[in-house]
T-cell receptor
Framework: AQSVTQLGSHVSVSEGALVLLRCNYS??????LFWYVQYPNQGLQLLLK??????LVKGINGFEAEFKKSETSFHLTKPSAHMSDAAEYFC??????????????FGKGTKLSVKP | NAGVTQTPKFQVLKTGQSMTLQCAQD?????MYWYRQDPGMGLRLIYY?????TTDKGEVPNGYNVSRLNKREFSLRLESAAPSQTSVYFC???WGQGYTDTQYFGPGTRLTVL
């Protein structure tokens, strides 16, 4: 079965510091992986996705993620945090089999706080 | 394009009342989804519709019904609301296959059941 684990329900960084949000996945087939961001009282917005092309994926707002098969990880990073990055971030894996092919399985989310 | 729209934005119900959450998309997508979001639980799939005329249960379907009215609209019905259904509900639609595969989300409906 496919699953996603996000380590750390809350992460706090200072403005200008590195942002690192962790995501590990479980999948018996090559996965499609996604990062979504949710700003307060809004819906989810796609940040970036991995679909078996380049292992380093660049997304919007300066975020990027690296797919590491050996570590079953897809961690999200940003070199320098901005106050506007404060939000909740969700990692998701796409189901690749059966009638539910295409459905997403989400991690529990990581809330990012940015201190001035 | 409005994308994915949901109505209402907020709703308060009493236990036992019924209501229907509406979702529409104008992107000509085949697949549509209903999720609920609870603190610390991420998003959990309630029901989905892979194409017009089909619906299937997701992870947490109990207490809900859905209707795929046409390609644009996918509604979620609570027949007899319970406090455990207090949540934020998101509708999504999906476009593409392979590297273009992406789900697009609506702004959500915040439901409180007293």
């Amino acid at each position: 079965a496919q699953s996603v684990t996000q380590l750390g329900s809350h992460v706090s960084v200072s403005e200008g510091a590195l942002v690192l949000l962790r995501c590990n996945y479980s999948s018996s087939v090559p996965p499609y992986l996604f990062w979504y961001v949710q700003y307060p009282n809004q819906g989810l917005q796609l940040l970036l996705k991995y679909t078996s092309a380049a292992t380093l994926v660049k997304g919007i707002n300066g975020f990027e993620a690296e797919f590491k098969k050996s570590e079953t990880s897809f961690h999200l990073t940003k070199p320098s945090a901005h106050m506007s990055d404060a939000a909740e971030y969700f990692c998701a894996v796409r189901m690749n089999y059966g009638g539910s092919q295409g459905n997403l399985i989400f991690g529990k989310g990581t809330k990012l706080s940015v201190k001035p | 394009n409005a994308g994915v729209t949901q109505t209402p934005k907020f709703q308060v119900l009493k236990t036992g009342q019924s209501m229907t959450l509406q979702c529409a998309q104008d992107m000509n997508h085949n697949s549509m989804y209903w999720y609920r979001q609870d603190p610390g639980m991420g998003l959990r799939l309630i029901y989905y519709s892979a194409s017009e005329g089909t619906t299937d249960k997701g992870e947490v379907p109990n207490g809900y019904n859905v209707s795929r009215l046409n390609k644009r609209e996918f509604s979620l019905r609570l027949e007899s609301a319970a406090p455990s259904q207090t949540s934020v509900y998101f509708c999504a639609s999906r476009w593409g296959q392979g590297y273009t595969d992406t789900q697009y989300f609506g702004p959500g409906t915040r439901l409180t059941v007293l």
